[in-house]
């Protein structure tokens, strides 16, 4: 666990909490638009190892961010939609230059469409994660999901990232700025959906 502070302005926070439709990681409601925006984006039958969903913000879950990892012409491509208010943008694929697969003969990184990825079990499983660290944290958010497929079995697993108050106050004023102490907590999920508190 790590711990943050976030300085924010008053203002300006409840400006941007007042404008455009929010979509939230950890709302069941929500869940099939953010999976209808990834589809639309990237395409359904997107072969992926790995898709991101985060928030651009801490201490939100807002869905702002998704990141598609894929394999094309054997080498690692990188794909990122980034949905900020008024000004979304679906960015131009990469190469990931630190990951590139140089694949040979029958070598083969397993990968999934998109449309078999399970979206509807985040919510839940957010909720379960939280009981592993609720006598500790009063409150979280969660700010990132991860699916990532393994790349011998095809089996999907998953990271989750919360940002977390802790117990007992977090947050203090300081002149026109809120200050919040908060604690980053990361999950592991495996492919039959056990959840485990990262240390």
Same mark, same amino acid.
């Given at each position: 666990?790590?711990? &943050? ?5 008053? /203002?300006?926070? =409840? ?5 455009? @439709? ?8 929500? +869940?099939?638009? +953010? ?10 039958? /997107? ?6 969903? #985060? ?8 869905? %702002? ?5 894929? +394999? &094309? ?6 794909? $990122?939609? $980034? ?18 697969? =140089?694949?040979?003969?029958? %070598?083969?990184? #397993? ?8 979206? @509807? ?20 958010? /969660? ?8 790349? &011998? ?24 700025? +809120? ?21």
């Amino acid at each position: 666990m790590k711990t &943050k502070i976030l300085s924010t302005l008053i /203002l300006l926070s =409840l400006f941007l909490t007042s404008c455009g @439709e929010e979509l939230h990681l950890d709302n069941v409601e929500d +869940i099939p638009k +953010i999976k209808a925006t990834v589809f639309e984006k990237f395409g359904e039958n /997107l072969e992926v190892y790995s898709l991101s969903l #985060s928030s651009m913000n801490d201490l939100s879950d807002r869905f %702002q961010i998704a990141r598609v990892d894929y +394999i &094309k012409d054997k080498k690692s491509y990188n794909r $990122v939609y $980034v949905g900020s208010p008024g000004k979304p943008k679906l960015h131009d694929e990469k190469i990931n230059t630190n990951t590139t697969f =140089l694949l040979k003969g029958k %070598q083969k990184r #397993s990968q999934v469409k998109l449309k078999d990825i399970s979206f @509807e079990k985040i919510p839940d499983q957010a909720a379960k994660a939280f009981e592993l660290i609720k006598d500790e944290f009063n409150n979280y958010v /969660l700010h990132s999901y991860d699916f990532d497929v393994d790349s &011998k079995t095809n089996e999907i697993s998953a990271k989750m990232q919360f940002h977390c108050t802790p117990n007992g106050g977090s947050t203090s004023f300081q002149g026109r700025n +809120i200050v919040t102490n908060y604690y980053e907590v990361d999950f592991d999920i495996d492919a039959k959906g056990n959840i485990t508190l990262r240390e």
